[in-house]
Structures are given as structure tokens and as C-alpha cells.
């Protein structure tokens, strides 16, 4: 099987300053060569969230856990924030979150076993200030008017959920009045509508990293005839699939007003980076056509808009997976049974879930799935808008199957 292999320079981010530190394992508590441990890069940077990660190369077997720590000072450790991995220790992500603006933090990968934790090398990194995250805001718009900047999913007294959500604890991005909505980037005036792209930000389900993988993707889209949607779905403390319902909803509603968007209600395609990628897929797997609220809750009451299917025409895939979070699914009769639609591949060879993106792509193709899948030689997790070519064969993927 061949793959598309492309040679890119690695991303670099005018933005900030990544220093790679020198200092590996200075503080282990056992001998370098009982296990050892290795840094990933920093990517994602935004004013509050980076994405880092890091290898295990020796002891797998012995490894109890395994992850992320930081601090505003060198050679972090465990005693001070850390975000423990999952998955496979010998290639991983995580994401470090609650950062302070414009701030200088140190970074480094660990594994813990029983002697004691080993950490990886030391890197520096600068969160970007305020000014420059462009996050748009949640406006007033009329929820039920389909032009609108701001579209809301659910009604507020009948949102499907089965997370009791009362106290934000200062730790999650939304409050507890959070409600799904998605964000109108319309095609210009005079540009031939192909269809509708819904673009799902990442950030491990426990934020929307809509800086570096949605308005401006979105945007990119609006500009080559796709009318596009950021969907800012429910993370932590609620579940994936509560947020793959957002999804669902929020196809359901562009399907509908289909004849308002001036497109075909067949051509409607999801893009996700990351957690935003496994999302598409979790839709796809388990809410797509006519599932609605109540496979979740109970007493949800299912509306007019849960009468339109949700399915898709194509996933974009961007550093993401069918599976969940971390681990790739390569499930291929659930693939074939599901019917998902084909599916466009996008990562980086630097990525630490470069294998298994393409064990799952393998896998989808063995469903009889149709299949495009891009390799970046040097590129690492979390470039999103920064590589524009991914978004121009995504264009090219997408028109091909709406024309069909």
C-alpha cells in the first residue's frame, strides 16, 4: 500500500520562543540505564494550553505511570502540575492546561516505576499573551436563525446529558451554563458554495484549542467555497460521547438548512484535530443517521431536528484517530458495519501517534473504506493551520466526493 509522504519543514511559530534543554534526567533516582525517557517538542502553543509528550525507550513492563510535568521553573516534577498519559507509553501526547498568559514555563516527559520516577530533557516554552488568542466570543445571537454568527444546539431546558455539571471548581474551560453552539463562517459573496465543512477544534476533551485548529480553519474554508462551522461541543467534565451528540445536533441543523446555506444537504463533511478527529469518529460510529439525546439520557425529549439524519459525507482526520482518546481503534467489521464514509488522513512523522494513525488508517481501508492519507516528514502533533497543505488536498478530497 502506498502512501502519499510529504517532505515539510518542521513547524516553526514566529510567536514563541522553544528552547530545547540539556539537562536529561539530572534528577533520576536510578541507575540511566534502567529506563529512559525522552521529551517531545512543544506544540499548540496558546495562551493557556500547550501540547508536549514524550517515549519511554527501555522497562515498558515496569512502568506504573507515565506522562507530563511543568512549571515556571527548570526540571519540573510530579509534585508540581502534570498530566498523566494514556495509551502507549513508547510514543504519547498530552496536553499541559491552565497556563498564564505570556509566561515562561519548563516542560518535561516522566515515567514512574517502582524505584522511583525518571524524567526526560527539559524544554522551554513562552504561552502567548491574551491579545493574541482570538477566540471568538459567544454572542446574542437568535438561536434559530441559521445565518447567524453564533448558533446554539440545544434548546436550554433539553439538552441531552448524563453529566451532573454544577461546579466549575476554577479547572474547565466552560461553566456550568455552557451550551453548545457553533460559530457561522459564510462563503463570501461572489464565490461558488461547494458545500459545508464543520470543523472540531481539539485539546485531549478538556478544551477546544480553537486558535491553532478552528476559527482559522474555518476561515481558510469560508475562503475556498464551503460555507463552515467551529463546533465548540462539551469537554470535560462531560463525556465524549456528550460530545459527539453536539456534533450530531450541530449537523443535524446545517442539514436542515441546507436551502439558507445555498448547499446539497448530502455534502456536509467534518474536520477534526486530535480529540476533535475522535469525536468526528465517535458520530460517525454511534450517532450518526437518526440516533438522538435519548441513547444517553432518559428523559431528553427528542424535537423536529432529530428527524434529520447526521450523517456525513467525508471525515477529515488531522493527527486523529477512530478509537478514543489515545488509543487508535482498528476494529474493521465495526468499521464496515458503521458504514462510515471515507475518510481523509492528515499527521506528522514526528507525531507520537504516528503508528497508529496509520494502523487505523490500514484498518478503514480494509473495511472498504475509501481512504486518502497525507504523511508530513518532520511536522509533530498539533500544527493545524499552520501547514496549509493538508487544507488544500482536503479541498481537493472533499470537492471530488460532493461532485460525485
Given at each position: 500500500?502506498?502512501?502519499?509522504?510529504?517532505?515539510?519543514?518542521?513547524?516553526?511559530?514566529?510567536?514563541?520562543?522553544?528552547?530545547?534543554?540539556?539537562?536529561?534526567?539530572?534528577?533520576?533516582?536510578?541507575?540511566?540505564?534502567?529506563?529512559?525517557?525522552?521529551?517531545?517538542e512543544?506544540?499548540?502553543?496558546?495562551?493557556?494550553?500547550?501540547?508536549?509528550?514524550?517515549?519511554?525507550?527501555?522497562?515498558?513492563?515496569?512502568?506504573k505511570?507515565?506522562?507530563?510535568?511543568?512549571?515556571?521553573?527548570?526540571?519540573?516534577?510530579?509534585?508540581?502540575?502534570?498530566?498523566?498519559?494514556?495509551?502507549?507509553?513508547t510514543?504519547?501526547a498530552c496536553?499541559?492546561?491552565?497556563?498564564?498568559?505570556?509566561?515562561?514555563?519548563?516542560?518535561?516527559?516522566?515515567?514512574?516505576?517502582?524505584?522511583?520516577?525518571?524524567?526526560?530533557?527539559?524544554?522551554?516554552f513562552t504561552?502567548?499573551?491574551?491579545?493574541?488568542?482570538?477566540t471568538p466570543?459567544?454572542?446574542?445571537?437568535?438561536?434559530?436563525?441559521?445565518?447567524?454568527?453564533?448558533?446554539?444546539l440545544?434548546?436550554?431546558?433539553?439538552?441531552?446529558?448524563?453529566?451532573?455539571?454544577?461546579?466549575?471548581?476554577?479547572?474547565?474551560?466552560?461553566?456550568?451554563?455552557?451550551r453548545?453552539?457553533?460559530?457561522?463562517?459564510?462563503?463570501?459573496?461572489?464565490i461558488?458554495?461547494?458545500?459545508?465543512?464543520?470543523?472540531?477544534?481539539?485539546?485531549?476533551?478538556?478544551f477546544?484549542?480553537?486558535?491553532?485548529?478552528?476559527?482559522?480553519?474555518?476561515?481558510?474554508?469560508?475562503r475556498?467555497?464551503?460555507?463552515?462551522?467551529?463546533?465548540?461541543?462539551?469537554v470535560?467534565?462531560?463525556?465524549?460521547?456528550?460530545?459527539?451528540?453536539?456534533l450530531?445536533?450541530?449537523?443535524?441543523?446545517v442539514?436542515?438548512?441546507?436551502?439558507?446555506?445555498?448547499?446539497?444537504?448530502?455534502?456536509?463533511?467534518?474536520?477534526?484535530?486530535?480529540?476533535?478527529?475522535?469525536?468526528?469518529?465517535?458520530?460517525?460510529?454511534?450517532?450518526?443517521?437518526q440516533?438522538?439525546?435519548?441513547?444517553?439520557?432518559?428523559?431528553?425529549?427528542?424535537?423536529?431536528l432529530?428527524?434529520?439524519?447526521?450523517?456525513?459525507?467525508?471525515?477529515?482526520?488531522?493527527?486523529?484517530?477512530?478509537?478514543r482518546?489515545?488509543?487508535?481503534?482498528?476494529?474493521?467489521?465495526?468499521?464496515?458495519?458503521?458504514?462510515?464514509?471515507?475518510?481523509?488522513?492528515?499527521?506528522?512523522?514526528?507525531?507520537?501517534?504516528?503508528?497508529?494513525?496509520?494502523?487505523c488508517?490500514?484498518?478503514?481501508?480494509?473495511?472498504?473504506?475509501?481512504v486518502?492519507?497525507?504523511?508530513?516528514?518532520?511536522?509533530?502533533?498539533?500544527?493545524?493551520y499552520t501547514?496549509?497543505?493538508?487544507?488544500?488536498?482536503?479541498?481537493?478530497?472533499?470537492?471530488?466526493?460532493?461532485?460525485?
Amino acid at each position: 500500500m502506498k502512501r502519499n509522504i510529504i517532505f515539510y519543514a518542521v513547524l516553526s511559530l514566529s510567536t514563541v520562543t522553544i528552547i530545547i534543554g540539556c539537562d536529561e534526567a539530572s534528577d533520576n533516582p536510578m541507575p540511566d540505564d534502567t529506563i529512559r525517557v525522552e521529551t517531545a517538542e512543544v506544540t499548540a502553543i496558546t495562551s493557556n494550553n500547550v501540547i508536549s509528550g514524550g517515549r519511554v525507550l527501555d522497562g515498558i513492563q515496569a512502568i506504573k505511570e507515565f506522562g507530563i510535568c511543568w512549571a515556571a521553573t527548570d526540571n519540573p516534577t510530579i509534585s508540581d502540575s502534570h498530566n498523566v498519559g494514556a495509551g502507549d507509553a513508547t510514543s504519547f501526547a498530552c496536553y499541559a492546561t491552565g497556563l498564564s498568559a505570556n509566561t515562561t514555563y519548563y516542560i518535561r516527559a516522566y515515567a514512574t516505576i517502582s524505584g522511583g520516577t525518571v524524567y526526560g530533557q527539559s524544554r522551554q516554552f513562552t504561552t502567548l499573551a491574551d491579545s493574541d488568542d482570538d477566540t471568538p466570543s459567544v454572542g446574542g445571537d437568535d438561536e434559530q436563525n441559521p445565518l447567524a454568527s453564533t448558533i446554539y444546539l440545544w434548546p436550554e431546558d433539553n439538552m441531552a446529558k448524563v453529566t451532573n455539571y454544577t461546579d466549575s471548581q476554577g479547572s474547565y474551560q466552560d461553566p456550568p451554563s455552557f451550551r453548545p453552539y457553533m460559530n457561522y463562517f459564510p462563503v463570501a459573496e461572489g464565490i461558488t458554495v461547494k458545500g459545508a465543512v464543520l470543523v472540531c477544534a481539539g485539546g485531549a476533551f478538556q478544551f477546544r484549542s480553537d486558535q491553532m485548529e478552528g476559527t482559522p480553519v474555518a476561515q481558510w474554508f469560508a475562503r475556498h467555497g464551503y460555507q463552515a462551522f467551529v463546533v465548540n461541543y462539551r469537554v470535560r467534565p462531560y463525556t465524549m460521547e456528550e460530545g459527539s451528540l453536539d456534533l450530531a445536533r450541530a449537523v443535524r441543523f446545517v442539514r436542515q438548512h441546507a436551502t439558507d446555506y445555498g448547499i446539497n444537504p448530502n455534502n456536509i463533511a467534518t474536520v477534526g484535530f486530535s480529540a476533535g478527529g475522535i469525536l468526528c469518529g465517535d458520530e460517525a460510529l454511534n450517532f450518526d443517521e437518526q440516533v438522538n439525546g435519548t441513547e444517553l439520557a432518559s428523559d431528553y425529549r427528542p424535537d423536529e431536528l432529530d428527524k434529520v439524519s447526521a450523517n456525513v459525507c467525508t471525515i477529515g482526520m488531522v493527527y486523529a484517530f477512530y478509537g478514543r482518546l489515545s488509543v487508535a481503534s482498528t476494529d474493521v467489521e465495526k468499521f464496515r458495519e458503521s458504514k462510515i464514509p471515507p475518510t481523509f488522513f492528515a499527521y506528522g512523522t514526528r507525531d507520537p501517534f504516528y503508528r497508529q494513525f496509520q494502523q487505523c488508517a490500514d484498518a478503514v481501508r480494509a473495511a472498504d473504506v475509501e481512504v486518502e492519507e497525507r504523511e508530513y516528514e518532520g511536522l509533530p502533533h498539533g500544527f493545524g493551520y499552520t501547514n496549509e497543505d493538508w487544507m488544500i488536498r482536503f479541498d481537493n478530497w472533499m470537492t471530488k466526493i460532493m461532485i460525485h
